[in-house]
């Protein structure tokens, strides 16, 4: 989609730092990080939001987890989020599906 940021930054038209890609997903390193380790992944399909998700995408998203679990042993962390937000009152603010994986520090339980 012309118009979706994390398509443009998976078409590499936007810079970003990319920790890691392969034909299914890109990560980058969020540009505002919430946390000492924030990395965004973000699935190259576009789906607005995980409520667009179908059977389809079964193999996408478990292959997105599988890449989080091995990213954060890559980076020694022993104990880490993956957050999704879907929807506006969730906090997603950008319509173009993605998990957040964030490590360094300490994280409250509910989350605000
Ligand atoms: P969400 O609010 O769950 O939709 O998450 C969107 C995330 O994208 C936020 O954590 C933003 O800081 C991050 N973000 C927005 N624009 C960029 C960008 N150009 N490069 C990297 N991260 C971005
Ligand atoms: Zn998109």
């Not at 995980?50 to 599988?66: C, F, I, K, M, T």
Request: hydrophobic share 45%.
């Amino acid at each position: 989609m012309a118009d979706c940021l994390f398509c443009r930054i998976v078409a590499r038209q936007l810079e970003a730092k990319v920790v890691f890609e392969d034909n299914k997903l890109v990560a980058i390193h969020d540009i505002n990080p919430a946390a000492p380790v924030h990395i965004l992944l973000i699935p190259k399909k576009h789906l607005g939001s995980l409520s667009e998700v179908s059977e389809e995408d079964v193999e996408l998203l478990g292959h997105l987890q599988v890449t989080a679990s091995r990213l954060a042993r890559e980076l020694n962390l022993e104990s880490y989020r993956l957050v999704n937000n879907c929807g506006v009152s969730a906090g997603q603010s950008v319509f173009h599906i993605h998990y957040h994986l964030l490590g360094g520090r300490n994280f409250q339980w509910p989350p605000g």
